[in-house]
């Protein structure tokens, strides 16, 4: 019987076990800001309780470390979907496709942690790395601090790798600094956590030497019986006082001094690093598509439907475009292309921290298959239902700083969402706002139509808000509503968009909006002011001809050329719009009821919007017979345009194309996301695998070297080897220094003519021949299957696994010989 070494008290067991629980509640706290969702406690909790018994077994048991690895992996593979999926939980079907998921995102979810908005709550297979992290960190440090007197001192750096888990994956912002006694403290929770973990780790490290000691003076006084002189304890006091007077002027020296050579704003973590967008692409501007609304397919349409408990938000968006490049409206910078942050569109968790007075609506599609999924501004939350919920949830991305989401897995009928959004940061209008003092701006100068500026000082105005808001005001009055270029044609209720705007007279209109385009519509503004007479009035000045597609890019430019940051956004109005389009009737919205407006930036940073709808009550007056017919000045972009859907990945903007709708493009899209799963799956399978296969071919090759050695001497000793190890890895002992014959002994079967055939071998006054060599691995194998065929299926697959005969390879010690 094997006596309990003595420092495996009950006393070292609950203290190593609590230096451990300290330092994971130490990385909970950390990784806490990814997260921000009860069930993290949950899934950490699970972790350290299985991570427990799992050590507490293996101690008990005298695991081998491979034995306690592949029960680690066991135990991760039962509990993941319970503790780190629980979306998966739900039903039979989402147990299956759950566990697929853990499977994948035990490779995967670490990149999607880097690439989703902060926090992620229970978001898909986010859990996983913290499951992960948890088990394995608490499974190894308890494992190494009960058994493993000379590497315990690894415990703290594999603790100190859980705390940066949260550290390392969350915000790179940092918390606001507090001030102590005049002393400013710059991301306390940041530097709270590294302390705590610091003294945590020195604690241990210092009684687990003290422990040492105490344990060989113990074992000193028992073997000599010369015990310590009463003056020990004294200086042992004396000695740990010090010490924490000298952690104590550090911490009070050395944080003042930190906040005082740095403070940091923002620290550099793995997501700053990493593009955010998984594969970004530059789709066709939606503006361009702006017209094919009103075509008689869209203008009665229903394209979805917004309901609500409460109120119903003042707008829904679909687009937000920021960038203008000369010929079209679009989300990505033209200069910085894919690669911005800013306008990169990623992956948001369902569930986010919910501000107070949040307003929840449920949108359910009609007749509407775009990309751009229509959201309110400033999204909180979205849930998606339905069968197609996990892929459209897959599917959603979302770009914060624009308030807009793309959904690239296409909403069709039926499909519903139900958004929760945060109340409107601001209430001012366009002629309150103030101008940024110092900005970027978002459109090159050289891109603002040479028109339009000549336009802008002819109205002689200033340059604050309320300039701003005259000068929309002037455009829109002196503008005139047109949708096409060719008279409309009407839809099944004979309805066109000119006859639901009785009286109208209609006028032609190009569609388009690049700088020829907009400079063309300021220069008919500009001849019918000087062709008017003195003072007229607006209704006397209407000249341009267009719809919110041009007046939505002209207003956007005229804000760049007063020096205010400008977007156009594309979307519906929920609320009556004072000279705009109709609004949605009671939430319903159809092709009819999409619009173009303007937000401007103020100097607080927060955006005002501002409806650039030009009339139609004014039609073009007076008659001016020599007015010039419309110039086709740009590219045309033709209604009923084709769209493809680009692969699955985060977008940038703009619109896809839709694919030809054909069998074999549908058949090579199965066939792909077959091979897609079937690639992923057999990725995972063998680096699931690759432990095993490694482990096989390394005795295997050991064996193969050793039957071909070079000479029949080496081969047989080399048998003898093999021999040797086989026996060791079915938990026999190691021979150490005993000779063959000694260790056959404990072997047992024929091991003792093994042992002496390879004396004889060796140390014989005849070399053996190829013969005799032969014979004798042929024994070899004869005796090696003989060790396991007694035993279970599971012992002999754990011998063909185990590493105990490459131990003396890393300098292993031989185990006493167990009797």
């Known amino acids: 019987m094997t006596r309990r070494p003595a420092t495996r008290t009950p006393f070292f067991l609950v203290a190593n076990a609590a230096f451990v629980l300290a330092m994971a509640a130490v990385a909970l706290w950390a990784a806490w800001p990814i997260y921000q969702s009860p069930y993290l406690f949950i899934t950490v909790g699970g972790a350290v309780l299985a991570a427990s018994a799992i050590a507490v077994v293996g101690l008990l048991r005298s695991w081998s470390w491979f034995t306690i690895t592949l029960v680690t992996v066991g135990a991760y593979l039962v509990l993941g979907l319970p503790l780190a999926v629980p979306s998966a939980l739900a039903s039979v079907p989402d147990a299956l496709s759950g566990f697929v998921d853990l499977l994948s995102g035990t490779i995967f979810s670490w990149k999607e942690l880097t690439t989703i908005s902060l926090p992620v709550g229970s978001y898909q297979t986010l859990l996983i790395p913290a499951l992960i992290v948890f088990l394995a960190t608490v499974t190894a440090s308890l494992s190494l601090a009960w058994r493993s007197p000379t590497w315990s001192v690894l415990v703290v750096p594999i603790m100190f790798a859980s705390q940066v888990f949260g550290l390392a994956f969350g915000s790179s912002a940092v918390s606001e600094p507090i001030d102590v006694f005049g002393f400013s403290f710059p991301s306390p929770r940041e530097s709270v956590i590294g302390l705590a973990a610091f003294v945590l780790a020195i604690a241990y490290l210092v009684w687990r030497a003290q422990n040492s000691r105490n344990t060989a003076l113990r074992r000193s006084t028992q073997a000599t019986g010369v015990r310590r002189a009463a003056s020990d304890l004294p200086r042992k006091a004396k000695r740990a006082g010090l010490a924490a ?84 409206f679009r989300v990505i910078d033209p200069d910085l292309g894919a690669g911005d942050q800013a306008t990169a569109f990623e992956r948001v968790p369902t569930q986010a921290s919910i501000s107070d007075n949040s307003e929840t609506v449920t949108i359910t599609i009609g007749d509407y298959d775009d990309v751009w999924l229509p959201v309110p501004d400033r999204l909180e939350s979205i849930d998606f239902a339905g069968s197609r919920s996990q892929a459209l949830t897959d599917g959603f991305f979302y770009n914060d700083a624009n308030g807009a989401g793309v959904e690239l897995d296409r909403v069709g009928a039926g499909d519903s969402y139900e958004v929760t959004s ?64 060719a008279q409309p044609e009407a839809d099944g209720t004979g309805t066109t968009w000119a006859s639901a705007l009785e009286p109208y007279a209609f006028e032609p209109s190009l569609a388009g909006h690049s700088v020829d385009r907009i400079d063309s519509l300021f220069e008919l503004l500009l001849e019918k002011e000087q062709n008017a007479g003195l003072e007229p009035d607006d209704s006397q000045l209407v000249a341009g001809v267009g719809d919110d597609e041009q007046f939505a890019v002209a207003g956007a430019l005229i804000a760049q050329e007063l020096g205010y940051p ?9 609320d009556e719009v004072d000279g705009g389009m109709p609004a949605c009737d009671e939430g319903t919205c159809e092709g009819k009821n999409l619009t173009a407006w303007i937000e401007v930036q103020d100097a607080s940073g927060s955006w005002v919007s501002m409806d650039t709808t030009p009339q139609y009550e004014n039609p073009i007056s007076p008659r001016d017979d020599n007015r010039r017919d419309p110039e086709n000045d740009t590219d045309v972009i033709q209604e009923g345009v084709t769209e493809e859907l680009p692969p699955n990945s985060a977008p940038t903007g703009g619109d896809a194309q839709e694919p030809d709708d054909n069998d074999t493009d549908e058949a090579l899209a199965v066939l792909f996301t077959i091979l897609r799963i079937a690639g992923v799956s057999l990725l995972i399978l063998l680096l699931i695998s690759s432990p095993v296969l490694v482990i096989l071919g390394a005795k295997l090759k050991r064996r193969r070297d050793r039957r071909k050695a070079a000479d029949a001497t080496a081969r047989i000793a080399g048998g003898w080897e093999e021999y040797v190890d086989a026996a060791v890895d079915h938990g026999l002992p190691r021979p150490g220094s005993r000779t063959r014959t000694e260790a ?76």
């Not at 001094?257 to 501007?285: C, F, G, K, N």
């Not at 500026?453 to 005001?473: M, P």
């Not at 400008?566 to 929920?574: N, Y």
């Not at 140390?763 to 007694?790: H, M, Y």
Request: proline share 5%.
């Open 245 to 328: 007077l000298v952690m104590l002027v550090a911490v009070v020296v050395a944080v003042p001094l930190v906040s005082t050579v740095a403070r940091p704003v923002q620290r550099d973590v793995i997501r700053t690093s990493i593009d955010r967008a998984v594969d970004l692409r530059e789709y066709v501007s939606p503006l361009t598509q702006y017209r094919n609304f009103f075509t008689p397919d869209l203008y009665n349409t229903e394209l979805f439907t917004v309901t609500s408990e409460g109120e119903l938000p003042a707008r829904v968006r679909l687009a937000v475009l920021s960038h203008y490049d000369g010929q079209v």
């Open 422 to 485: 945060a109340p409107a940061a601001s209430t001012l209008g366009i002629g309150e706002i103030s101008k940024p003092v110092a900005t970027e701006a978002l459109v090159d100068e050289a891109l603002i139509p040479t028109k339009l500026s000549e336009w802008v000082r002819s109205q002689k105005v200033g340059e604050d808000g309320a300039s701003l808001e005259k000068l929309i005001t002037a455009l829109r009055a002196r503008g005139y509503l047109s949708h096409s270029l």
């Open 566 to 574: 400008s977007r156009v956004v594309l979307g519906f109005a929920l």
């Open 744 to 819: 056959a002994l404990e072997y047992g079967n024929d091991a003792t003519t093994l042992a002496t055939l390879a004396d004889e071998a060796v140390f014989g006054p005849v070399e053996p021949d190829e013969e005799t060599s032969a014979r004798f691995w042929a024994l070899v194998d004869a005796e090696r299957s003989l060790l396991g065929k007694e035993t279970s299926r599971w012992s002999r697959l754990r011998a063909s696994l185990s590493l105990r005969s490459f131990a003396h390879l890393i300098g292993a010690r031989s185990p006493e010989v167990k009797r």
